[in-house]
Every structure is written in structure tokens, then in C-alpha cells.
């Protein structure tokens, strides 16, 4: 068969707003609010106006009443799109997101595509509801019957990391007491207070082997970007556009029992796609997003994306390898588990900090001279996964 | 506060009767030889229709667990700790089960395990497993 040139979208998109809420606790802020507030920053930093948004992609929000989130932000935010869509494949989605709202400018469909989400479960949902938006998410048919909470399907491939690979305790608490390190630097961030290895051992078990510490926070909070085609970009007089390089994706399975592997995910396949349209490789990154639900998944995800082989996430955790200085400084921002968590638009504060720290806006804790970077984003116990390269104008 | 049941539907109902009888049925495919679980109406490897329900023996492996000790809502609050295991049953497929007859930190990786068959009402009765 002879091999057929793809034609990608490498290069074809460029982000050129970027906005985000406070995160955190923020009360009496609807999930609509949230999401508009960033939605607006985003246009100013752009510099255009919202009648120059014509695509809107949205995740969807545990503490909204609409279907539709994407349909009934247009409406509040007072526009009225030719191209939109909810998208719901759980973490994944931010990820998604960027490379379907890339994809629809690259075909045509639209020419500036706001993506953006909001959501408030840290004061818009009582913590029990919090948490029962994320168990009703199991299937009620074989899963749900048995108690097992989302937090579940993620430990139990964490606990056979572990006993395959040797991985422990501390190095699953090391993501911790790294990320939270980060938050530090982050002005906004939830979390600011310095952990330990130990204080995150004895920050009481949610379901072996994770803490409390050990899993994300639960935030109120909404991103927001603009994206447009290159030319478009170019046309704006943008100083410093930032280049979607490559996307992929992959879904193994809906039920955590039908994982085709426990320790290996379809983070493997998602990267190599991304990769590949990007003509760039794991080494080549100067920073990621890697989607932190819990301290455990850090690790696999740091294998899977080809940053350390199969089996050593753990081991490249613990030398500092995913921090400054290390070979792939990791959720600089402190991500999840100490920035903030507002469900599923939780990973869009992945790509707003590559994206700033791509742009060389990041002050103390600025990556030096990052050009190219990562993001991943995955959900439902590793049942989707969803990655993006970025690059600066450089990489092109 | 209830705990979530099982609604059988078209796929699954047959799964759930076998249950209330006492046995866990995996689908045996007649074109390809696949056992599955759950139930479906189509092989999940050929597509086939061709499917033979057949009652597993019970026997199992505990292939990863976790221990739940913060409770997915109100109506599991009384059970925590409660051990979570994926069960590798001996004639091949994987299922998502919890530990019964005994304390959650006894389970370990690869322990052998035995279904037992936990009626919770007139309709359903579910699988859970114990030690071997």
C-alpha cells in the first residue's frame, strides 16, 4: 500500500488569549460565572471582542443545571456561535477540546473558537455530592453496586504499579510534596502550605494506597482560550502566539475490569499520535501538564509519555526529575493536587500554565527558555486520554 | 440512603437471573470461542451473535484491590473499610467484585478467591468473593 502524507493541523492553529477565574474556594459564582469571567479575560488578553468568537467548545459542570454547557454559555455570555459543542469524555476533555476546536478551524468549520469551562464543586456541591458526582460517573449496571468510588479504579492500578514494579509509598507522596512546592510560586493557588513525604503518609487513607494528600483537591474555578487560525493570528498583530503542534488520543475501555493492562495506559498510544504530527519527541519537551488526579497517576503517565521507560516513574520522581532542573519539570503551576481541581475543567489550568510558561510570562517560577511543551489530560480510570504539544513560533 | 442496584436491561438481564439462580454466567462465543463478561448482545473480539451463557466456576484470582476507608456516599458509610478487588476468573475474563468473610487487610495480590452469591432482595443478588 502506498504510504499517504497526512495532511495535519501541525502548525495551523495558534492560541492567542488565555484567561482564567479565581480558583479555589469561590463562593456565590455560578459555573456559567466562573467560566464567562475567563471567558472575558481571555478576549482581552487577546485583544479582540466577543463578537469575534465564533466557535465555542465547553466541557460540561457537576453544579450547572445545563445539558448543553456550551449552548447555555453562549447565551449568557451574550453571543450567539456557528460552531459549538459540549464535550464529555471526563479528564480527558481539556485536552480534546483543544484539538477538536484545532481541528474544526484547520477544516474550515469555524475561524476563532473559544474553549472553555467552569465549574464550582467546592461551593456550589455539599463534599457528599461532590463526591457522588464523581461515583455516579461508574457504570450503575457493574461497578456502582459494589461502592467504588472513581478514586478506586485509579488506586487499584496504582497498587499494581506497586507491587510490579516496586514503586512505594514515598514516591507515589514525592508528586505531592513536588507539586505542592510549585503552588508555592503560583499566586492563586488553593494549596500554598509546604507538605512532607511523612505528612502525606499520615494524612489518613481514602482507598489504599492513596491519602488524602495523595489525591486532588476539590475547587471551584474556569479557564478559558482563544483560538484562531495562524493567519488569523498573524492578521491580530499577535506578539506571542502559541502553536498547537500535535494532538492524539486513545480509549481502551469504558469498565475498569476491561483495562487491557492495569500499569499501561492509553496515555502510550494518545502521545505517540501527538508526537508524531509534531515531528517531536518526549526529550524534546521542556515542560508538560500531565493530568494529576492522583499522586500515582503523575507516574505512570510519566512512563507512558515517554519521559522515563515502563516500570521507573517512581525511581525518576524521587531524583527530581520532574521539577526544575529535572528533565521534565512537571505541572509547575502544582496542578490538581495543590493548584486547584474544578472537575473536568481542572486540566484546562494544565495548558493555561504551559501555555504562560511557553509565552515566558511565569516570573519566579518560570521554566528557562521552554519552547515546547505538553499536556495531557485522561479521566475515568484511565479509560480516555488525551494529549497536546504546543510550541512557541520557533518550533515551527 | 440505598445503595445504587443494578437496573437489568436488555444486555444484562439474563446475567442478573443467573445470579438470583446462584450462578455467574460468562458468555462462551460459538464462532470464535471468546468468554466475556459482561453480558452483551455481540461478541466483543467477532461480533458474533452465537453466545452461550455458562455458569463460571467461581474460582478466581484477586489480580489488584484497594481498600476503601472514605465511604463513595452516604449509603456505603456503614461498610467502610471495604476491599475493592478485580477478580481474574479462571476461565479468563476480569471483573470488579468486594471481599467478603473476612477483614479487608487480609487481601493480597494474587490470593485465591471463591464467589459467593449475596442476595440483597427478591431481584438481586450479587457476586462477591472470598478467600479460596
Known amino acids: 500500500m502506498p504510504s499517504i502524507r497526512k495532511q495535519t493541523l501541525r502548525g495551523k492553529v495558534a492560541i492567542i488569549g488565555i484567561g482564567m477565574s479565581s480558583v479555589g474556594k469561590v463562593p456565590g459564582k455560578s459555573p456559567l460565572w466562573l467560566a464567562a469571567d475567563a471567558a472575558g479575560k481571555a478576549l482581552a488578553d487577546a485583544g479582540i471582542g466577543k463578537n469575534e468568537i465564533d466557535g465555542v467548545l465547553s466541557s460540561h459542570a457537576f453544579a450547572s443545571p445545563f445539558h448543553r454547557f456550551s449552548v447555555a454559555f453562549s447565551e449568557y455570555f451574550g453571543i450567539q456561535p456557528t460552531f459549538s459543542n459540549t464535550l464529555q469524555v471526563s479528564g480527558a476533555t481539556a485536552a480534546t477540546m483543544f484539538n477538536i476546536g484545532a481541528a474544526a478551524i484547520h477544516s474550515g468549520l469555524a475561524e476563532v473558537v473559544l474553549v472553555v469551562g467552569g465549574d464550582s464543586l467546592l461551593t456550589g456541591l455539599t463534599p457528599d455530592l461532590a463526591l457522588r458526582s464523581m461515583t455516579e460517573s461508574r457504570d450503575q449496571q457493574y461497578e456502582m453496586p459494589f461502592g467504588i468510588p472513581v478514586?478506586?479504579?485509579?488506586?487499584?492500578?496504582?497498587?499494581r504499579h506497586m507491587k510490579d514494579f516496586g514503586t512505594t509509598s514515598e514516591q507515589l507522596a514525592e508528586v505531592a510534596v513536588v507539586q505542592r512546592r510549585h503552588a508555592m510560586r503560583t499566586p492563586g493557588a488553593q494549596q500554598t502550605t509546604p507538605i512532607t513525604v511523612d505528612e502525606v503518609l499520615n494524612s489518613g487513607m481514602v482507598t489504599t494506597p492513596y491519602h488524602k494528600l495523595d489525591c486532588s483537591l476539590i475547587s471551584d474555578g474556569g479557564a478559558a482560550f482563544i483560538l484562531t487560525s495562524a493567519e488569523h493570528a498573524k492578521a491580530l498583530g499577535i506578539k506571542n502566539p502559541i502553536y498547537i503542534l500535535g494532538g492524539g488520543e486513545c480509549y481502551t475501555h469504558e469498565h475498569i475490569f476491561?483495562?487491557?493492562?492495569?500499569?499501561t495506559t492509553g496515555a502510550v498510544e494518545s502521545s505517540r499520535r501527538a508526537y508524531d504530527m509534531a515531528g517531536y519527541g518526549p526529550k524534546d519537551m521542556d515542560l508538560a501538564g500531565v493530568y494529576d488526579c492522583f499522586t500515582g497517576t503523575v507516574i505512570m503517565?510519566?512512563?507512558?509519555?515517554?519521559f522515563c521507560p515502563k516500570g521507573e516513574g517512581g525511581r525518576f520522581v524521587e531524583d527530581g526529575q520532574m521539577t526544575y532542573g529535572g528533565?521534565?519539570?512537571?505541572?509547575?503551576?502544582g496542578g490538581l493536587l495543590s493548584f486547584a481541581h474544578s472537575g473536568i475543567p481542572g486540566s484546562l489550568f494544565h495548558f493555561h500554565e504551559v501555555i504562560a510558561q511557553l509565552r515566558g510570562q511565569c516570573g519566579p517560577r518560570q521554566v528557562p527558555d521552554a519552547q515546547l511543551g505538553l499536556v495531557h489530560s485522561l479521566g475515568a480510570g484511565f479509560a480516555t486520554n488525551a494529549t497536546t504539544i504546543l510550541g512557541t513560533e520557533n518550533t515551527l | 440512603m440505598k445503595k445504587p442496584m443494578p437496573a437489568p436491561d436488555a444486555d444484562s438481564a439474563a446475567f442478573w437471573r443467573g445470579m438470583?439462580?446462584?450462578?455467574?454466567?460468562?458468555?462462551?462465543?460459538?464462532?470464535?470461542g471468546n468468554v466475556q463478561y459482561y453480558q452483551q448482545a455481540m461478541c466483543r473480539q467477532c461480533g458474533g451473535e452465537d453466545l452461550a451463557h455458562r455458569a463460571a466456576s467461581?474460582?478466581?484470582r484477586v489480580h489488584s484491590f484497594s481498600v476503601v476507608h472514605r465511604a463513595p456516599g452516604p449509603a456505603f458509610k456503614a461498610d467502610i473499610p471495604y476491599a475493592v478487588l478485580l477478580v481474574d476468573l479462571e476461565e479468563?475474563?476480569?471483573m470488579i467484585s468486594t471481599y467478603t468473610g473476612g477483614k479487608p487487610e487480609d487481601v493480597v495480590f494474587d490470593m485465591e478467591v471463591m464467589l459467593v452469591c449475596e442476595k440483597v432482595n427478591d431481584e438481586i443478588t450479587?457476586?462477591?468473593?472470598?478467600?479460596?
Open chain 1, 258 to 263: 476491561l483495562m487491557p493492562s492495569l500499569t
Open chain 2, 20 to 32: 438470583r439462580d446462584g450462578a455467574l454466567l460468562l458468555q462462551h462465543c460459538g464462532d470464535c
Open chain 2, 92 to 94: 479468563g475474563p476480569r
Open chain 1, 151 to 159: 478514586a478506586n479504579t485509579f488506586a487499584m492500578t496504582a497498587h
Open chain 2, 58 to 60: 467461581g474460582r478466581g
Open chain 2, 126 to 132: 450479587l457476586p462477591r468473593f472470598r478467600k479460596a
Open chain 1, 327 to 333: 528533565q521534565i519539570p512537571s505541572n509547575t503551576h
Open chain 1, 301 to 306: 503517565m510519566l512512563e507512558d509519555l515517554g
